[in-house]
């Protein structure tokens, strides 16, 4: 029988980025983003900043910090399994004021932060476990980014390196976020 098991934290499962867009040694700002759907606990929600350069025009991506559904390979009925595998990047389309205009991603800015402080997020990452044993909403697919984000936000207020009223009120206004489609 083969089991797909949660892998978290291997370095197997990192995926190389600075081939993409290398992370600089400068102060930017942290984001909570949110990519909303029809209803707000389907939003995806991560924690990025923008990488690829020295300087804001030249930064052409988002390093992403976020939980992803591992596959099941095997058994479709198996419990959904979440897991943080590394960041993420992606480039930018047309977002600079915060905005993407394709899908309604609206970003909450956190602070602004040094290359140190933006590795030690993705170090908490790395120890940020879902509870998919406590029946609540941590297991539900529509709530596990928020749950996961949520508590990873949390450590990062706990490790000093954001405001202790960043992380509320980025939650209370990314609550707030949906979209209709008409």
Same mark, same amino acid.
């Given at each position: ?15 190389? &980025?600075? +081939?993409?867009?290398?992370?600089? *040694? ?8 949110? #990519? @909303?759907?029809?209803? !707000? ?18 930064? &052409?991506? +988002?390093?992403?910090?976020?939980? *992803? ?8 009925? #198996? @419990?959904?399994?979440? !897991? ?99």
């Amino acid at each position: 029988m083969i089991e797909v098991t949660n892998k978290q934290g291997q370095p197997e499962l990192s995926a190389p &980025t600075d +081939w993409l867009a290398f992370d600089y *040694d400068v102060a930017t700002p942290v984001y909570l983003v949110v #990519e @909303p759907s029809p209803d !707000a606990q389907g939003s995806r929600w991560s924690i990025a900043w923008r990488v690829g350069g020295q300087t804001d025009d030249k930064m &052409t991506a +988002w390093c992403y910090i976020s939980v *992803d559904l591992l596959p099941a390979l095997v058994d479709l009925d #198996e @419990p959904l399994q979440y !897991a943080y595998t590394g960041p993420m990047i992606k480039t930018v389309l047309d977002d600079r004021y915060g905005v993407s205009h394709a899908g309604g991603v609206r970003r909450h800015e956190l602070c602004t932060m040094t290359l140190a402080q933006r590795q030690v997020i993705q170090r908490l990452a790395e120890t940020t476990h879902l509870d998919s044993t406590s029946g609540n909403s941590e297991a539900e697919p529509r709530g596990a980014s928020q749950a996961w984000v949520t508590k990873l936000m949390n450590k990062m207020s706990n490790a000093g390196l954001t405001p202790a009223t960043a992380a509320p009120n980025a939650v209370a206004a990314a609550s707030n976020v949906s979209i209709s489609y008409a």
